[in-house]
């Protein structure tokens, strides 16, 4: 067994791990979440929900990006490959695409807590805008 095929089953054994407890996760969170706590958790939701968007792509198409002067090639690698190789770049895509609106979502979410702890509630809607103007970039992304 060479080093690429323990990366390759590492890569997917942690994929599967991430995709199975963000999937826990979004059920607890449906099932046990307190009224009060229900505007802030959607934030929770749409992160744990994008981390399994990206652990189901790092599953199917291992990344293999080369950055080559101010261009980047892609190499497809994984069960995607199968299908096609354009399957597998626009699932490199969406994984791009998930990874802004996570990190949208961490910089939402400290924005919300600060305006939480200064009047003492948020709305749903108040976050819902907020979260609506990180999926601006996140599409910009995955059309590009």
């Known amino acids: 067994m060479t080093l690429f095929h323990i990366a390759l089953i590492l ?7 991430s ?7 979004l059920v607890i969170m ?5 009224e009060y706590f229900r505007s802030y958790s ?3 939701k749409i992160h744990a929900f994008f981390d399994v968007v990206i652990s189901l792509c790092s599953l199917s198409t291992m990344l293999r990006a080369i950055p080559c002067g ?14 096609s190789t ?13 990874n802004v609106v996570t990190f949208g979502t961490v910089l939402v979410s400290i924005g919300a807590r600060f305006w ?12 819902l805008v907020a979260q609506s103007g990180i999926f601006i970039p996140a599409l910009a992304v995955l059309v590009s």
Do not use: E, M, Q
Not at 19 to 25: A, K, P
Not at 70 to 83: A, D, E, H, L, R
């Open 116 to 127: 939480i702890l200064r009047f003492g509630h948020i709305s749903k809607s108040r976050i």
């Open 86 to 98: 354009d399957l597998c770049y626009y699932l490199y895509s969406l994984f791009l695409s998930s």
């Open 19 to 25: 995709t199975l407890l963000n999937v826990f996760l």
């Open 70 to 83: 101010w261009s980047v090639v892609y190499i497809p690698y994984g069960p995607c490959k199968v299908i």
């Open 11 to 17: 890569h997917s054994f942690l994929a599967i791990v």
């Open 30 to 34: 449906a099932l046990f979440t307190p």
């Open 42 to 44: 959607l934030l929770l």
